[in-house]
């Protein structure tokens, strides 16, 4: 069936560097894309969005990217800091259904090495 | 502006018992959606309720079922648990069905 995932369970990045976190989905029905980041012991946080009319949004040291073409998506998050480490999901939803039919992949634990 | 909150954080039932799960939406927010997470999983849609009215459903049995009040809070009740149902239930909130879903830290429902 039709699903969002990602590349990478796990990746690690030295304080300070930038980081890449990448997802493909298979629905080309989808129209809307958002990433969260999840620590432990918490809800999913909201980082960015993004509508397939577009193919890049930016918001405070994140950047999200989008290749329709591909069916690709990447969160990239400047000058990492510890507070990043975390699980981050990447979730899509198809366009008739606004945003309730959120998809999540299973996520990539990012680790920031001091 | 006061987040969304769930309760409880932790609830342990047994096979077969039935449960009730509450969510307070952040201010002004009149979507609720309802969430499964297993452990080392993303979470799984329930269902979204929209001004009351279910506004969408995933794959998930009768068994759960869900109700928004007037004041949009929220409630996710679960019948004839079993041992599968343990997982973190996330509750989300947003301005309307288009806008970013903003979740809760959960209730850990346990299973025994």
């Known amino acids: 069936g039709e699903n969002v995932g990602l590349h990478l369970p796990t990746l690690s990045v030295q304080e300070g560097d930038n980081s890449i976190i990448n997802c493909a989905y298979s629905n080309s029905a989808s129209d809307y894309f958002i990433w969260y980041k999840q620590e432990s012991g918490k809800g999913p946080q909201f980082i960015i969005d993004i509508r397939s009319n577009m193919d890049k949004r930016q918001g405070q040291r994140v950047t999200v990217l989008l290749n329709k073409t591909v069916k690709h998506l990447s969160l990239q998050i400047a000058a990492t800091q510890p507070g990043d480490s975390a699980v981050y999901f990447c979730a899509e939803s198809p366009v008739r259904f606004g945003n309730e039919k959120l998809t999540f992949g299973t996520g990539t634990r990012l680790t920031i090495i001091p | 502006e006061t987040g969304v909150t769930q309760s409880p954080t932790h609830l342990i039932k047994t096979r077969g018992q039935q449960v009730t799960l509450r969510c307070s939406s952040q201010?002004?927010?009149?979507?609720v959606s309802w969430y499964q997470q297993a452990l080392g999983q993303g979470p799984q849609f329930i269902f979204q309720?929209?001004?009351?009215?279910?506004?969408g459903r995933g794959n998930f049995p009768p068994r759960f079922s869900g109700l928004q009040f007037p004041n949009y809070s929220s409630e996710l009740n679960v019948n004839a648990l079993e041992l599968d149902d343990s997982a973190l239930y996330l509750c989300?909130?947003?301005?309307?069905?288009?806008?970013?879903?903003?979740f809760g830290d959960g209730t850990r429902l346990s299973i025994l």
């Open positions: 309720y929209y001004r009351e009215e279910e506004n």
């Open positions: 201010s002004g927010h009149n979507t």
């Open positions: 989300a909130s947003s301005l309307d069905p288009v806008e970013p879903q903003h």
